[in-house]
């Protein structure tokens, strides 16, 4: 993930439903001028992994399926696991750290 802006403050004091300028005195000083009369824009920019990570969280309808899926062949029996396919990811995640 890229995050655009350096004033990464004023982002989470926006994700608590606070402004930047009541997040900084909360911290004990006071904005600065330059940070009160900015008039720049955040951009925020999410990898294709990110997308596809995000395309998995728990509501999401693919995820929902996938699952529906492996439950019915789970319980069909149907549901093999490769070991050596297993066993060259955990190499291999261990490998790379």
Do not use: H
């Amino acid at each position: 993930m890229k995050i655009g802006d350096s004033n990464l403050s004023a982002i989470t004091a926006s994700a608590a439903g606070t402004s930047g300028t009541a997040a900084t005195r909360a911290q004990g000083s006071e904005p600065t001028a330059s940070a009160a009369s900015s008039n720049t824009t955040d951009a925020i920019q999410l990898s294709d992994f990110a997308k596809q990570v995000n395309d998995l969280q728990p509501e999401s309808p693919a995820r929902a399926d996938r699952v529906e899926q492996l439950r019915k062949a789970y319980l069909s029996g149907n549901y093999q696991v490769d070991s050596a396919k297993v066993a060259s990811r955990i190499v291999d995640d261990a490998i790379r750290g």
